[in-house]
């Protein structure tokens, strides 16, 4: 079983739900749990949001799972002005931007929708994309 580290118990909220890859391996170095994972459920849908942080600097990891694969995904994403970078990992492909000081990823596989934003560098968001297809 694989290990995910300060993402546990994020993990173990999400595999309640879904088997599908979605929750990273790798935390940049002094992450801590800001707070325990909250999940809430809507009509077709159930939100699982993990709160954390790495020398002071927040971040969070939310994840959706739908009850089938959504017409169209309605969630919005500000950025600022500039295009969404596509990064591929796991054979999906990942839209990388940056909103005001934050950095974001936001990827779509079947039915979950996620989402990882804070204030991280590029470097750490695409090592912890990466973490979550590892074996």
Same mark, same amino acid.
């Given at each position: 079983?694989?290990? @995910?580290?300060?993402?546990?118990?994020? /993990?173990?909220?999400?595999?309640?739900?879904? !088997?599908?890859?979605?929750? $990273?391996?790798? =935390?940049?170095?002094?992450?801590?749990?800001?707070?325990?994972?909250?999940?809430?459920?809507?009509?077709?849908?159930?939100?699982?949001?993990?709160?954390?942080?790495?020398?002071?600097?927040?971040?969070?990891?939310?994840?959706?799972? @739908?009850?089938?694969?959504?017409?169209? /995904?309605?969630?919005?994403?500000?950025?600022? !002005?500039?295009?969404?970078? $596509?990064?591929? =990992?796991?054979?999906?492909?990942?839209?990388?931007?940056?909103?005001?000081?934050?950095?974001?990823?936001?990827?779509?596989?079947?039915?979950?929708?996620?989402?990882?934003?804070?204030?991280?560098?590029?470097?750490?968001?695409?090592?912890?994309?990466?973490?979550?297809?590892?074996?």
């Amino acid at each position: 079983m694989a290990e @995910y580290g300060v993402f546990d118990r994020l /993990y173990k909220n999400v595999s309640m739900e879904t !088997d599908i890859p979605v929750v $990273p391996r790798w =935390a940049p170095e002094g992450t801590e749990e800001a707070e325990q994972p909250r999940t809430s459920v809507r009509n077709d849908r159930t939100r699982i949001v993990g709160k954390y942080l790495v020398d002071g600097k927040e971040f969070t990891i939310r994840i959706t799972i @739908y009850d089938a694969i959504p017409e169209s /995904y309605d969630t919005i994403y500000q950025k600022n !002005d500039g295009s969404a970078h $596509p990064y591929e =990992a796991g054979g999906i492909t990942h839209y990388i931007v940056e909103n005001v000081d934050n950095i974001s990823a936001m990827w779509t596989n079947g039915y979950i929708e996620g989402h990882i934003q804070g204030d991280i560098s590029v470097k750490e968001l695409q090592l912890m994309i990466d973490s979550i297809y590892e074996e």
